[in-house]
Every structure is written in C-alpha cells, then in structure tokens.
C-alpha cells in the first residue's frame, strides 16, 4: 500500500499513518448540533472527510466512520422553549434537513449516526466509572471532571492548565476544584429534557458523548477523530481526558486531523456579522458540485474565502472539466484505429500525471494540488481530442479507456462530476429528475395498457442499464435508483 503522510495535531507533524489494525481504518467525526439547518462552517468538515475516506478506500482501506449527533444542548432546548414544540421535535427537524443537503453535496453516509439521547447508559457509566477511579467528583446533583488529575491535561492543544487560565473565559463556580473542571452530568433544572442516573435526574455534559459513543463503536484506540479546528479546545482536549482516563490505555486517538475556518470575504463567518450563510441557500444559487469543489479547492487545514466570484469560477472550472469528460466519452464512442505516437504519448502523460494525483492526496490529502493534476490531465484529453479531430490521428480505443479509468478515479475520489460520466451534462435537480421518471413511467404503463409488453420491457431494462429499478405492484409501478 502507498504511504501516506497526515498533520497530525496531537504530534503537530506530519507522520506516515499505521493502522492500529492493518488494512482498516476507524474514524470518529464530531457531528452537529442540530437546532438550526447546517451552515456553511457545517459543510467544510464533512466534505473534507468525506474525500478522506473516499480516498483510504481506493487506498484499499476498509473504513468505518462514526459521526455523532448532539441531540441533548442547551441551543436544541432554547429553540424548543421558544417554538413551544419538544427537543425532539426540533432535533428530528434538523437531523433530517442535515441528511438532506449532505445528501445533496454526495457526502456517503457514516456507518452510524449515534445520538446523546440513544446512549444515556454507555454515558452515565463512563462517568460513574470516572467517579470511581478518582478522576472525577460530585457536587450536589452535578459530576465535574478534574483536570488535575490528568497527568496529559493540555497535550492536544499544547496548552499548560496556567496557560489556559489565563486565556479562557471562565464561568465562576466555587464549588468546582478547579476553574477549568467541567461538566460531565448536569443536575436537572425546571423545563429541561432529564434523564435518570446515580446522582440524580439531570442530562450529560457536552464533551462526555463523544468519549462513550466512541469507545464503544470503535474501542480504546482508533485510528482517525476529526472536527473543525475549534474544536481542538476545549471539546477534543477533554475527550482526550474522559476516555484515556477511562480505558487507562493511550492514545484514545492515533491521529487527530482539524480543519481550517470558512471566511467570507475576508471576514471570520459569524451570526453577528450577518454573514453565515447555510448551505441550503447556498445550493439555491450553486450547484452541489461546484459548492463541494469549493470546500475542497483548499487544503483542509488552510483557512477558506468565500466569496460569489469564487463560487462562480468554481462552476466554470467543473464545466471545463466536464466537457473533457464528454470528450472522452465522445472519443470511446469513435471508431478504434491503428496506434501512434501520439496516443502512446497521451498514455505516458496520463501514467505520470495519475501519480502526481497519488503524492499529492498522500501527502496529508492535498485536494488542492490533486485537482491541478486533475486539471492537467483534461487538458492532455482536450489536446488529443483535437489532433484526433483535425489531424487525422487514430483513436487509440484502449488508450482512452486506461485514460478515462484514471480520469474518473480522481473525481470518484474528489466526489465531482458523478452525473457527467452516465453522458448526463446538465446538473438535473432532483425535481427535474423525479418529474421525468414519474413520465416515463407513465408512458411504459400507457404500453402495458395497450398490451405492448414487450416495449414496456424494454423500457424497464434500459431502465436498469442506468442503474434505475422499475417494480411493478398492484399500486402501479416504482422506481428506485
Ligand atoms: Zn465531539
């Protein structure tokens, strides 16, 4: 297997990544708190490891991804109090419009989805398993983390306990050991989801969720946990706390990876500044694949502008891509003639520029420089395309197809321009789609009135050709893709 390289924040270098078990890879990716639909910030962390695990599995690596859902916080219960509807009702609401633009910039699903809610045992054991061994304490009906008691406390963020002190704004609570203890439970306050525990009816802490789902769909060490760089304190620095202090084994995690802020034009994307855009408005003036080129145009660590003229050079830049890719189509559906040196010459360009492609996603996923070799590559297409067309040079058939295997390898991996390779040009919306499929269905049940099964058949199977299922029921027909 190619070696890969990742920035690793726990070590802040670069290392050459090792399975803890070879041949899989285990990754924890902090999900949302779903009180509002997801915005921009949202978008940029499950794009950019939804291209990290599209590319450990072309590596050959079998991948399982884990992503939470916050459905227990104080946002989620604010919103449900002011709507005057339950939590759930607002979680359930958000989780679904999450699922529905994710869906939309073609992020694969994680294994999982667990929610706080679902697992209140797993939680409320690790932290009575935390009480027991010494790390943790109980006042009244809460239970608070003692970071003191954490030897490692600050390794993440490579900040010393004084360090943080002095920096972080901290709630005043006699009661807590330490200033920068935290909650692990919470006692339960009037009009406020509880659930019950050893120390009371009362909800979890923000940071113990992730510490038990973890643990417990991909055990004491994993391989991969990723979030937003604002993460990296206090939330993952606690994780590191809660879990290692837990197992009594370390590292929780091998590698930690985080990813830059989104700006826009300029400025950090805040709600105070009127300029957090969510990605469903987004969608309604760009398409899903030039928002998703967007968010990996950067490497993931670097810091991300958005503006409406990048937007919009993003979506001339995939259709120049595209209309390469119709050109390979159109070169696979010429005649195949004699070979030459031209076509030899094209194969060697595409060899060369597929490993370019190689080092520079192994090199701690560089979307940025892999999509110039993508680019290159189109342009070598076009070239041939052009001599085929004007100077009399023979389609090579067998050249093209190994060009057209690496070509759609690397947008595959980059998640771009799925449609175009099915000879699908414009960017249908799922309208679009729907109405058609609802016409031709019933044009294929007009044939079946009239007795013409065999032209029904054949609708069906061309159908299936396109990887669309038809199923005939006594309702009428279905289809599914
Ligand atoms: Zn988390």
Not at 127 to 134: A, E, F, S, Y
Not at 205 to 213: Q, R
Request: hydrophobic share 35%.
């Amino acid at each position: 297997m190619r070696e890969l390289k990742v920035y690793n924040t726990l070590t802040r270098r670069k290392e050459t990544f090792v399975p803890v078990t070879p041949g899989q890879v285990k990754m924890y990716v902090c999900g949302i708190t779903p009180y509002n639909h997801s915005h921009m910030g949202n978008a940029r962390p499950f794009v950019t490891w939804d291209v990290i695990k599209r590319y450990l599995e072309h590596l050959g690596y079998e991948v399982t991804h884990i992503q939470n859902f916050t459905d227990v916080d104080d946002k989620i219960i604010n919103a449900a109090n002011g709507e005057g509807v339950t939590w759930d009702t607002i979680s359930n609401r958000y989780i679904a419009s999450y699922f529905e633009v994710m869906d939309a910039l073609h992020i694969h699903r994680a294994d999982k989805y667990p929610r706080v809610s679902e697992h209140m045992p797993e939680i409320i054991h690790m932290v009575q398993t935390l009480i027991d061994k010494g790390y943790a304490y109980v006042i009244d009906h809460d239970v608070y983390y003692s970071v003191e008691k954490f030897a490692d406390y600050g390794k993440l963020s490579g900040r010393s306990l004084d360090d943080m002190m002095a920096g972080a704004r901290i709630e005043v609570d006699d009661r807590k050991h330490n200033p920068m203890d935290f909650a692990l439970w919470k006692g339960a306050k009037p009009g406020e989801p509880s659930w019950d525990s050893p120390w009371g009816p009362g909800r979890p802490g923000w940071h113990i969720e992730c510490s038990a789902m973890s643990n417990k769909y991909l055990g004491d060490t994993f391989d991969f946990h990723g979030g937003g760089s604002d993460l990296i304190f206090p939330h993952h620095e606690n994780e590191i706390a809660q879990s290692e202090a837990y197992t009594g084994k370390k590292p929780m995690v091998k590698y930690w990876l985080h990813n830059g802020f989104i700006t826009i034009n300029s400025e950090k994307m805040s709600k105070s500044l009127n300029n957090f855009f969510l990605v469903k408005d987004v969608l309604e003036h760009y398409s899903p694949d030039a928002l998703r080129y967007f968010l990996i145009s950067n490497h993931y660590r670097s810091p991300l502008d958005f503006s409406d003229e990048r937007l919009e050079e993003m979506t001339r830049s995939l259709e120049r891509l595209g209309t390469s890719i119709d050109n390979v189509l159109e070169l696979l559906a010429m005649p195949a003639g004699a070979k030459s040196d031209t076509s030899a010459q094209l194969l060697a360009d595409a060899k060369k520029i597929e490993e370019d492609f190689e080092e520079a996603m192994c090199d701690d996923f560089n979307t940025a420089l892999a999509s110039a070799a993508m680019f290159e590559l189109a342009r070598k297409v076009n070239i041939y395309k052009d001599a085929v067309l004007n100077k009399n040079v023979p389609v090579d058939s067998s050249v093209v197809s190994e060009v057209k295997r690496i070509f759609k390898t690397m947008t595959d991996i980059l998640g771009i321009l799925e449609d175009r390779w099915n000879g699908n040009k414009g960017e249908a919306s799922n309208k679009d789609y729907n109405d058609l499929m609802d016409l031709i269905l019933e044009v294929r049940q007009e044939c079946r009135a009239q007795k013409q099964y065999a032209l029904a058949d054949a609708i069906r199977d061309k159908l299936a050709a396109l990887g669309i299922t038809v199923e005939d029921s006594p309702q009428g027909a279905r289809w599914k893709k």
